[in-house]
């Protein structure tokens, strides 16, 4: 993709894929990592790919910060967006595809975002992907600069404070990972066996895998990722 996009990446949350306005970016501070890598079991990655944003909104951030800290129950949803190399600008660049010129603070919530291969858009928490439990005083190892980022009320609070994300949130439906899109992700990723059935049994788990599709990055280990996803779902 030489040509560059419609918007430019880091006008999105790489946390959330949500538009941000300028005043509400934030850096993907070591503070945000490590509260990303607790929430959601994984880590921020593709920072050197020009394709992917570099900051995230301040409601990511001060949510997960605050999750950390143990005064915010959960964020909203347990799978956070998946950036992905797109292919084209027409029909798989999420930066391309979605309109956001005009929008301010109050009207962005009606802002429609496309579901396309490059991108798995967040998926909810539910009975399968369970709120995680912060690690106990892991704030207090982080630099008190960060601390300060995040500050609030001392003792615990049980809400969500779902309201500070767009309303419509619960409504998107992520796109299903068809079975090309699953050979090109593994193969784009240079997997090995034991990685590819990991990343297998992670998007079964969170239902992102069209129905009938089998796990396979190469024909020479098709038979035995086959058998594998076979036992899983037995």
Same mark, same amino acid.
């Not at 009320?153 to 767009?166: A, K």
């Given at each position: ?16 894929? %949500? ?30 790919? %020009? ?52 929008? =301010? ?20 928490? =539910? ?40 309303? %419509? ?13 699953? =050979?090109?992700?593994?193969? %784009? ?46």
């Amino acid at each position: 993709m030489p040509r560059e996009c419609k918007s430019q990446p880091d006008s999105f949350c790489y946390v959330c894929g %949500d538009f941000t306005l300028k005043a509400q970016r934030k850096p993907l501070s070591p503070l945000l990592k490590t509260a990303y890598h607790f929430y959601f079991d994984c880590q921020i990655g593709n920072q050197v790919k %020009d394709w992917a944003p570099k900051l995230c909104c301040t409601t990511c951030y001060s949510s997960l910060a605050k999750w950390l800290k143990g005064t915010r129950k959960s964020m909203p949803f347990a799978v956070p967006m998946v950036w992905r190399e797109p292919r084209c600008h027409l029909t798989d660049c999420y930066f391309c595809m979605t309109s956001a010129v005009g929008f =301010n603070r109050k009207s962005k919530h009606t802002i429609q975002y496309p579901n396309i291969p490059s991108v798995i858009r967040p998926v909810l928490h =539910n009975e399968s992907l369970p709120i995680p439990v912060p690690p106990p005083q892991t704030y207090t190892l982080l630099p008190e600069t960060d601390l300060e980022d995040f500050e609030s009320q001392p003792g615990p609070s049980t809400s969500t404070d779902d309201e500070e994300y767009p309303a %419509d949130l619960v409504h998107r439906q992520p796109h299903l990972v068809t079975q090309p899109e699953m =050979n090109d992700l593994v193969r %784009d990723l240079e997997l090995p066996k034991r990685k590819s059935q990991l990343l297998g049994s992670r998007l079964l788990q969170w239902d992102l895998l069209k129905k009938g599709l089998k796990i396979s990055s190469d024909r020479t280990r098709q038979s035995t990722l086959k058998l594998h996803f076979r036992k899983m779902k037995a």
